[in-house]
T-cell receptor, first 110, second 118 residues
């Protein structure tokens, strides 16, 4: 079973920041938080991952709470092409498996 | 960046026939690849772990004799859906991680294969 909880859907205006929350209250010390997104009829695309520090790359920022029980993916300036299902996944270091939950369907509108 | 290629992207076959789907890591080696299945409006479901040079590991409820997996090289895994039936119609997606990358390096996914069984 997936170890994360995400809202089923969110809307965001184009150009605004999209903040996608994820709850992972049972996360273990050796588990990373990964974010992927899936645009319709395509394979998942890797966005970002982290252990306990906040992370930023060219796509997004990942904010992990100090107790690591939740995180937020931030798309700083959402575009229409960011409309997708966003998956938050926790996975331990010693396994390659990623178990997907139901994700958040983000709709970016003009 | 790491690229995973799947082929074909779409396939239509008749009930009772078999279909082979290929998954290749184009610019890295992968000792392990993963096969997922996704039904409409649902999330990805892990089917099996493909191990180079050894037998695949199947998730609970996935029939190993129906979904044959072969991982003959460090860059190629194949999934064969045998004796396909309409209920096997789905979106099949593979993924792989660079075996020589860091332990926490991300999985990369192919663009999926849409299988329709008529």
């Amino acid at each position: 079973d997936a170890k994360t909880t995400q809202p089923p859907s969110m809307d965001c205006a184009e150009g605004r920041a999209a903040n996608l929350p994820c709850n992972h209250s049972t996360i273990s010390g050796n588990e990373y938080v990964y974010w992927y997104r899936q645009i319709h009829s395509q394979g998942p695309q890797y966005i970002i991952h982290g252990l306990k520090n906040n992370e930023t790359n060219e796509m997004a920022s990942l904010i992990i709470t100090e107790d690591r029980k939740s995180s937020t993916l931030i798309l700083p300036h959402a575009t229409l092409r960011d409309t997708a299902v966003y998956y938050c996944i926790v996975s331990p270091l010693n396994t390659d498996k990623l178990i997907f939950g139901t994700g958040t369907r983000l709709q970016v509108f003009p | 960046g790491a690229v995973v290629s799947q082929h074909p992207s779409r396939v239509i076959c008749k009930s009772g026939t078999s279909v082979k789907i290929e998954c290749r890591s184009l610019d890295f080696q992968a000792t392990t690849m993963f096969w997922y299945r996704q039904f409409p409006k649902q999330s990805l479901m892990l089917m099996a772990t493909s191990n180079e040079g050894s037998k695949a590991t199947y998730e609970q409820g996935v029939e190993k004799d129906k979904f044959l997996i072969n991982h003959a090289s460090l860059t190629l895994s194949t999934l064969t859906v045998t004796s396909a039936h309409p209920e096997d119609s789905s979106f099949y997606i593979c993924s792989a991680r660079d075996s020589q990358g860091a332990q926490n390096s991300p999985l990369h996914f192919g663009n999926g294969t849409r299988l329709t069984v008529t």
